[in-house]
T-cell receptor, first 112, second 116 residues
Framework: GQSLEQPSEVTAVEGAIVQINCTYQ??????LSWYQQHDGGAPTFLSY????GLEETGRFSSFLSRSDSYGYLLLQELQMKDSASYFC?????????????FGSGTQLTVLP | ETGVTQTPRHLVMGMTNKKSLKCEQH?????MYWYKQSAKKPLELMFV???????ENNSVPSRFSPECPNSSHLFLHLHTLQPEDSALYLC???????????????FGNGTRLTVT
């Protein structure tokens, strides 16, 4: 089966940098994704890492190390609007049985 | 606007009621999903449809019954629910089944269900 671990809560101040870690166990690996969800809102796709290394999209970056079964989401120049839950996710299965397994989410609180 | 619309946003129902949740996607995607989100728990995949055909049923109790009349619409029919079924029910769609990379999931805002 698949399992993912990430911290339940992280707090940081505006303008700071925060890193949200994710470790995973999966029988087959097809990449690591990150989603953001504001309170009362829909989860939205942030990034995907299929290969080792860093992917940068504006203030957000995501890193993957397949040998360590580990990834992280890096948020820079934090803004109040970044307060949300962040989920890492891995696809599992193959063909018609492919599905996405999510971690429990990390609640990020950005303080003024 | 996410391109995936769910109705109703909130639903309160008794354990003997029958109700349906509706999801519509305007993105031209081929796959649609129902997820359950409970407090402090990971998103749980319930059902997957690809090109209107159900490809996954993750051991969901029969009191939840999905219906996918076409690639743009997905329903979740509810009957004889239990209080522990109270949760946020999220619909999602994707171009392919991967759920990652080229085919990320696009979620609706969900239906907040309370079973009394």
């Amino acid at each position: 089966g698949q399992s993912l671990e990430q911290p339940s809560e992280v707090t940081a101040v505006e303008g700071a940098i925060v890193q949200i870690n994710c470790t995973y166990q999966t029988s087959g690996f097809y990449g690591l994704s990150w989603y953001q969800q504001h309170d009362g809102g829909a989860p939205t796709f942030l990034s995907y890492n299929g290969l080792d290394g860093l992917e940068e999209t504006g203030r957000f970056s995501s890193f993957l190390s397949r040998s360590d079964s580990y990834g992280y989401l890096l948020l820079q120049e934090l803004q109040m609007k970044d307060s949300a839950s962040y989920f890492c996710a891995v696809p599992s299965g193959s063909g018609s049985a492919r599905q996405l397994t999510f971690g429990s989410g990390t609640q990020l609180t950005v303080l003024p | 606007e996410t391109g995936v619309t769910q109705t109703p946003r909130h639903l309160v129902m008794g354990m003997t009621n029958k109700k349906s949740l509706k999801c519509e996607q305007h993105l031209g995607h081929n796959a649609m999903y129902w997820y359950k989100q409970s407090a402090k728990k990971p998103l749980e995949l319930m059902f997957v449809y690809n090109f209107k055909e159900q490809t996954e049923n993750n051991s969901v109790p029969s009191r939840f019954s999905p219906e996918c009349p076409n690639s743009s619409h997905l329903f979740l029919h509810l009957h004889t629910l239990q209080p522990e079924d109270s949760a946020l029910y999220l619909c999602a769609s994707s171009q392919g089944l991967e759920g990652a990379g080229r085919s990320p999931l696009h979620f609706g805002n969900g239906t907040r269900l309370t079973v009394t």
